[in-house]
């Protein structure tokens, strides 16, 4: 026991010894935390569009300066003709592109019929998509103002209630994922090249020559990791807390436990990959493409799994991160308990047992 | 030259006779292109739904099939009371409520009016604005097919009404997969130059090679070029690679010309490569460079515009957007492949990025010292 509190000491030293890894590894979920709070949201503003306006009656001006109004366009540019739509996209800027026609507000006068053209860089669909669909609102709004909305009768009147985030912000989403992802970085990708780099400046061999079980060796380089993560676990929750204003709704310490299930479970990943390779390189390389980008991609908080094709919905379902991600927003955001949950907690934890054994039978103590 | 020349047949050779970075090279991009875009699709669709119907009317029935039918939404459940289907939520089984009220039908047609209530698991703020979104606009359908059926409407129409015709320029089929490609080959470009070549010269000065170079009369412009040149070669070859993967699996072919992809491509590689100098000389083991390179390229990537657009970031964001090569290359790419854009067009975009290139270089050279 004490020779491994020695060794356990020793791999804190590489770590405090090592200033700007440490300075990265507790910085990193502080950054992501405040870039995926703050900077990134699905949600379209500020849309740069131009508008040609052929007629420039009253109608027309009406409808442009509730469009100049709306949060969420920025009527960047007046054209003067059609030639002009393409050119402007093409230098980028311009995301939409509002035509109306000559004689706008007479025809909508005397023919009670004007028709006006919405035309959308769609390079970008789901921001072509989003912003189509705000023009209209605001046309169709300035319709029914003018019809004086004489009430219809036979409606059906619909309320609409969102449950668990009404402000619709996006933080929910992403505080369960960017956990997931720095656990997995500082778990995975460092336990996987503290050890590596150990072969592969020669020092394994010493270790290894040394009366120390192999087995404790490893151990005690995973230990430290676990503890980092800790920090990094409780850094976020604080940021999410009083910084992004999300909820614990949950049971604090459910939470900290699926942390910790979790956590083990990258931690195991990282010896698997340290035991079976030999270079930094080819370690960094294969928990970047085993570990971060499933993460990324497959676990549902960036890209909705319900979209994916068959072989990657089912593919999914190996990524651990997927399942550490669904516990979260259950517990943390929907504040259910562990009878909700105890299904994807037993995944986890056989995740995390199928790991660790295959890493401690590919852990060789002999070097080649 | 000539001692230029051996230097690059040095780097050549290590490189290739590395199978890992071959791999690196080669299997990266096919990886990801082959993958990534089909799992980046936002369009939301496919929308699980729990009815709770009170009613049992042959309103009610004609209104759920008809949103059934709309192809938006799949019916997970019928529940008979709200905590039931809430609990459905709970489970991630379904995302949308739907409570039909005791006498639907009968309020509709007598009392002029009747309400229906919904209720949306908000986790994904998007989904859940466009998922009430379009139960919604099917529910007004759905009225004006209830409404004509008891109104006679006069044969012209009394309203005023604005015709709203839209399309959808550059992408009309609204293919996610042509907005995805060109940004992810911008990342595997990325990837390359700064990842590869900074580990490349941390390395070296890890496993203590660097000291044989530097006892040697190799001057540090030399060192610098023999290092940036091999890895400018493998960024466009991965480029080349990405495109020809893109043409095959995606059918994508640039509207615009090759040529202004590879002339932007060149300087862009010379950029983040000088990044990637840049972070070698500040580094002293791959771990550190790799964490360091890793961090930056993160928030160059998240911040660049690849998932999200930048016009909706806060103005800080925006401002960082404003430093950040990646967002450059990936506008440029979606430009030059979607809208066929122009060297003039992408005019600013290269200026900007060559400006980056000296800075981060130049910077790179001076503070690349010989002695340890």
Not at chain 2, 318 to 339: C, E, G, Q, W
């Amino acid at each position: 026991m004490n020779q491994f509190i020695s060794f356990v000491r020793k791999e804190f030293y590489h770590i405090f010894r090592d200033k700007r890894t440490l300075f990265i590894l507790l910085g990193m979920p502080i950054v992501q935390i405040t870039i995926f709070g703050f900077a990134l949201t699905n949600e379209v503003k500020n849309s740069k569009i131009a508008i040609l306006d052929n007629s420039k009656d009253a109608a027309t001006i009406s409808i442009t300066n509730q469009i100049e109004a709306s949060r969420y366009f920025d009527v960047y540019k007046n054209l003067r003709s059609n030639n002009d739509i393409e050119s402007s996209f093409k230098e980028g800027k311009v995301k939409l592109a509002i035509v109306f026609p000559q004689h706008f507000n007479e025809d909508l006068q005397h023919f009670n019929k004007a028709q006006v053209q919405l035309v959308a860089d769609a390079s970008d669909p789901n921001v072509a998509n989003t912003l189509t669909n705000y023009a209209s609102a605001i046309i169709i709004d300035y319709q029914n103002r003018i019809n004086n909305e004489a009430k219809l009768p036979y409606t059906i009147n619909t309320e609409m209630r969102m449950l668990y985030n009404p402000q619709l912000k996006g933080a929910y989403n992403f505080v369960p994922g960017v956990m997931a992802m720095v656990l997995m970085l500082v778990c995975t990708l460092m336990t996987a090249i503290t050890v590596v780099r150990e072969k592969e400046i020669g020092t394994m061999e010493i270790l290894l020559a040394s009366p120390i079980q192999p087995l404790k060796i490893i151990t005690a380089k995973a230990v430290p990791y676990l503890l980092l993560s800790m920090v990094n676990i409780a850094s976020i929750l604080l940021l999410s807390v009083f910084v992004l204003d999300v909820p614990i709704n949950g049971n604090l310490f459910l939470l900290i436990f699926e942390s910790i299930l979790f956590t083990l479970t990258c931690l195991a990943f990282g010896l698997l990959i340290s035991a079976s390779t030999d270079s930094q390189q080819v370690a960094m390389f294969i928990s970047l493409t085993g570990m971060f980008l499933p993460t990324i991609m497959l676990s549902g908080f960036m890209f909705p799994i319900e979209n994916m094709p068959l072989p990657l919905r089912i593919i999914s379902n190996i990524v651990p991160a997927k399942w550490y991600y669904l516990i979260v927003k259950d517990v943390m955001i929907k504040g259910v308990g562990i009878g909700e949950i105890w299904k994807e907690t037993l995944i986890l934890a056989g995740m995390m047992l199928f790991l660790l054994t295959l890493a401690i039978k590919k852990f060789k103590i002999r070097l080649a | 030259m000539r001692t230029l020349r051996f230097l690059l047949q040095k780097e050549f050779r290590q490189i290739f006779r590395d199978p890992s970075i071959l791999r690196i090279i080669f299997v990266m991009p096919m990886i990801q292109l082959l993958i990534l875009p089909w799992a980046a699709d936002y369009e939301v669709k496919d929308i699980q739904l729990s009815v709770v119907d009170h009613d049992h009317s042959g309103y009610s029935r004609q209104l759920i099939s008809k949103i059934t039918a709309s192809g938006y939404f799949q019916l997970q459940s019928y529940d008979n009371s709200f905590s039931n289907a809430l609990h459905n939520i709970e489970k991630d089984k379904s995302d949308l409520i739907l409570e039909i009220p005791v006498s639907f039908e009968k309020d509709l047609v007598k009392e002029n009016g009747s309400t229906l209530f919904m209720a949306i698991d908000a986790i994904n703020g998007v989904k859940a604005n466009l998922g009430g979104a379009y139960l919604r606009s099917i529910i007004q359908d759905y009225n004006k097919e209830v409404r004509l059926k008891w109104v006679q409407f006069p044969r012209f129409n009394p309203e005023k009404n604005i015709e709203i015709a839209s399309s959808n320029w550059f992408n009309p089929l609204m293919n996610y997969k042509y907005f995805m490609v060109p940004g992810i080959l911008v990342l595997l470009v990325t990837m390359v130059g700064s990842f590869l070549a900074s580990l490349n010269i941390v390395k070296e000065k890890e496993i203590g090679t660097i000291e044989q170079i530097n006892v040697t009369p190799v001057k540090k412009y030399q060192f610098i070029l023999g290092k940036l040149i091999p890895f400018w070669v493998l960024g466009l070859i991965v480029l080349s690679i990405g495109m020809l993967i893109a043409r095959l699996a995606y059918g994508i072919i640039p509207v615009g010309s090759l040529f202004t992809i590879y002339a932007f491509a060149g300087v862009y590689l010379l950029a983040v490569l000088g990044l990637g100098l840049l972070i070698s000389t500040f580094t002293s083991n791959q771990q550190q460079a790799m964490l360091i390179s890793f961090f930056m390229m993160m928030i160059f990537i998240l911040l660049g515009g690849l998932y999200t657009s930048i016009d909706s970031m806060p103005a800080w964001a925006r401002a960082i957007t404003r430093i950040n090569p990646v967002s450059y290359f990936i506008d440029v790419m979606r430009m030059v492949v979607l809208k066929g854009s122009s060297l003039s067009d992408i005019r600013y975009h290269l200026f900007t990025v060559f400006g980056f290139a000296v800075f981060l270089n130049t910077w790179a050279v001076i503070s690349y010292k010989k002695r340890s």
